[in-house]
């Protein structure tokens, strides 16, 4: 069974970059039908989608964020990261990394997640 | 970007009612709307996957309906461990996004 990690340090201070990295286990991450996003929980908050990125190396962000993060992909690695730069306290949150099940166009279904990392903005 | 809005934001209900969350998306998204269950300290976990396919080692007592714009989570004969928050997530149109969540408590 597919397993996901998230990994990173857990304080950032304000104005610098954010980053983790997602390491996928029990699979390999360039298997056909699936590619890999990030997805973030404030705490006590709902979930806000980050981006996605196909193992090609393709990606797509959210409007909201798209100027300050870049997602990436390691495949020798089986690993994928997210940056996230000039952070601020409101980027405070839990991160997870997600497998997503591709149905083609836009559409996809994250079928697997880590177990997220919390990520503190503070100085 | 498409809205979700769920209802009702919080529900206490007694072990084995019924309990039903909508989910109503601001426009149409066909049948791209997934149902994830989210207990505290713990990631989501997918419950429903477009609108109404069921998910291997989920309880039966989940399902899902609805198409378009108008969506349903039904939880048949609610048990203490369904006590959680679930979301409502569209893929059907970039960025994707989720409901505000609907928080279940257990009377």
């Known amino acids: 069974q597919v397993q996901l990690q998230e990994s990173g340090p857990g304080l950032v201070k304000p104005s610098q970059t954010l980053s983790l990295t997602c390491t996928v286990s029990?699979?390999?991450?360039?298997?056909?039908?699936?590619?890999w996003s990030w997805i973030r929980q404030p705490a006590g908050k709902g979930l806000e989608w980050i981006g996605r990125?196909?193992?090609?190396?393709?990606?797509n962000y959210n409007p909201s964020l798209k100027s300050r993060v870049t997602i990436s992909v390691d495949t020798s690695k089986n690993q994928f990261s997210l940056k996230l730069s000039s952070v601020t306290a409101a980027d405070t949150a839990v991160y997870y990394c997600?497998?997503?099940?591709?149905?083609?166009?836009?559409?996809?279904?994250?079928?697997?997640w880590g177990q997220g990392t919390l990520v503190t903005v503070s100085s | 970007e498409i809205v979700l809005t769920q209802s009702p934001d919080f529900q206490s209900v007694t072990p084995k009612e019924k309990v039903t969350i909508t989910c109503r998306a601001s426009?149409?998204?066909?049948?791209?709307l997934h149902w994830y269950q989210q207990k505290p300290d713990q990631s989501p976990k997918l419950l429903i996957k477009?609108?109404?396919q069921s998910i291997s080692g989920v309880p039966s007592r989940f399902s899902g309906s609805g198409s378009g714009t108008d969506f349903t989570l039904t939880i048949n004969s609610l048990e203490a461990e369904d006590a959680a928050t679930y979301y409502c997530?569209?893929?059907?149109?970039?960025?994707?996004?989720f409901g505000q969540g609907t928080k279940v408590e257990i009377k």
């Open positions: 997530h569209q893929s059907s149109s970039l960025p994707w996004t």
């Open positions: 477009y609108a109404s």
């Open positions: 029990g699979g390999s991450i360039s298997s056909g039908s699936y590619y």
């Open positions: 990125i196909y193992t090609s190396g393709s990606t």
């Open positions: 997600a497998r997503v099940l591709d149905y083609g166009g836009n559409s996809g279904v994250s079928d697997y």
């Open positions: 426009q149409s998204i066909g049948s791209s």
